[in-house]
């Protein structure tokens, strides 16, 4: 049973700066699998902010390019996201999945941007 354990969320003013971790345990193996960041604000759609190939290839939705950063460390099993320059728009809670999602969701880290 593979779990997915999000952390590092929190409340910053706009242009601050954060950093997520995805923990990973159970048959999942990042070295082997394409990983994502997701982000969902409340009223709106789940969406993919970026993504990490196995080979370490990273893409980013244009709304987070030039701010935000997906690594991953295989020894450790775990997905980073760095985030800066943060806007009152990425205010959302945050999760990590395979891309495509296929693993049950973790339950997220809140992320709130305001002054």
């Known amino acids: 049973q593979v779990q997915l354990v999000e952390s590092g969320g929190g409340s910053v003013q706009p242009g601050g700066s954060l950093r997520l971790s995805c923990a990973a345990s159970g048959s999942i193996f990042l070295s082997m699998t394409v990983m994502g960041w997701y982000r969902q604000a409340p009223g709106k759609q789940r969406e993919l902010v970026a993504s990490i190939i196995s080979r370490g290839d990273t893409n980013y939705a244009d709304f987070v390019k030039g701010r935000f950063t997906i690594s991953k460390d295989n020894a450790k099993n775990t997905v980073y996201l760095q985030m800066n320059s943060l806007k009152p728009e990425d205010t959302a809670g945050y999760y990590c999945?395979?891309?495509?999602?296929?693993?049950?969701w973790g339950q997220g880290t809140q992320v709130t941007v305001s002054s």
């Open positions: 999945n395979t891309l495509p999602a296929k693993v049950a």
